[in-house]
């Protein structure tokens, strides 16, 4: 029998995709709930939402940070101006990179699934901060029954093969069956498919050829893959011995996030250029006052915008913002 989802139904919907916080995705869950159509062909559908919003009613009932708790926590709640998930089959090196890259202390020693628990840290670009999460080593030889929780704050993926690896197709194949298993699929630069699980996580996904500085002519190696994969993730070679490709990681990171820097004054005031507010490529002024306080969002009438082209000139709320102008907002 045929779902018949109403447009308020599935703006739920993509609410509950687009969102990262648990907080977020439990109210999301809660409108889905509530604007479903209730018949027999959304009984499949009704259910799956029952159990998300138990899940994330137990997750979110849990002992937060300085409590009481059995364990590390399986699941980052996203800080920074992204979370981007580093994923990899066993000894891929990244872990290494991840303490290279955020002065973590994430565990890299030279034997399979060293990393148990999720690891966060800081990678700086310019003065916007990203926040890498070391995974665990994805193998169905070593199932993580919560693995896929631990991705859906993440806003991106990077996966990180050691192409020097003798069996790094055929690892590389399986992280992806365990991930899809677990309803979680890398996506590429290409975005979600037409047809989309409303409860998968389809996360952008870049590869990092790692340890290259011990593999010289590493692209036609990546040629290789690819071609034996099917995979063709954008790539970028990166060695923490030799330190190659590190120093363009955070740039080419910001620029695939698609992540613009937003700076705001009050009215007679300079601007403040110490703490930009960060949003994506495609945003507005409304998304902007979202950021800020849910009420000047609700009473949010126009905007002035300074950058190169404008000097304080008066914009609408679905104005488009670019990276590094400077916002005043009127409400």
Request: charged content about 25%; hydrophobic content about 40%.
């Given at each position: ?190 975005g979600e ?10 996360l952008p ?51 695939r996030l ?74």
């Amino acid at each position: 029998m045929p779902a018949n989802l109403t447009p308020d139904y599935k703006a739920a919907e993509a609410a509950f995709r687009k969102a990262r916080d648990p907080a977020d995705r439990l109210e999301a869950l809660r409108e889905m709930m509530r604007l479903i159509p209730k018949h027999k062909g959304t009984e499949h559908l009704r259910a799956d939402i029952k159990t998300r919003i138990k899940e994330l009613t137990e997750e979110l009932a849990a002992p937060r940070k300085g409590a009481a708790r059995t364990g590390p926590p399986t699941v980052i709640r996203p800080e920074g101006a992204a979370q981007v998930a580093l994923v990899g089959p066993p000894n891929s090196g990244k872990s290494a990179l991840h303490a290279s890259l955020t002065g973590s202390r994430a565990s890299a020693e030279p034997y399979p699934f060293a990393t148990q628990y999720p690891q966060p840290g800081m990678l700086m670009v310019d003065d916007v901060s990203i926040q890498l999460v070391d995974l665990p080593s994805v193998s169905s030889t070593h199932p993580i029954p919560w693995i896929g929780n631990a991705l859906q704050p993440a806003d991106a993926a990077l996966l990180v093969v050691d192409l020097a690896e003798p069996g790094c197709v055929e690892q590389v194949l399986d992280l992806h069956e365990v991930l899809a298993s677990r309803r979680v699929h890398l996506v590429g630069d290409a975005g979600e498919p037409d047809e989309v699980d409303p409860f998968a996580r389809y996360l952008p996904t870049w590869m990092l050829v790692a340890k290259v500085d011990l593999l010289p002519g590493w692209e036609e190696e990546l040629e290789a893959f690819r071609e034996l994969s099917g995979l063709r993730y954008p790539a970028l070679g990166v060695s923490v011995e030799s330190g190659e490709g590190l120093d363009r990681l955070g740039r080419w990171l910001y620029e695939r996030l698609g992540v613009i820097r937003v700076y705001t004054k009050a009215p007679g005031r300079a601007p403040d250029m110490s703490r930009p507010f960060t949003l994506r490529r495609g945003e507005t002024v409304a998304d902007l006052a979202v950021l800020i306080h849910k009420d000047i969002a609700r009473n949010l009438r126009f905007a002035r915008l300074w950058n190169d082209e404008m000097e304080g000139r008066q914009v609408g709320r679905d104005h488009v913002l670019e990276d590094g102008d400077v916002v005043e907002l009127h409400s």
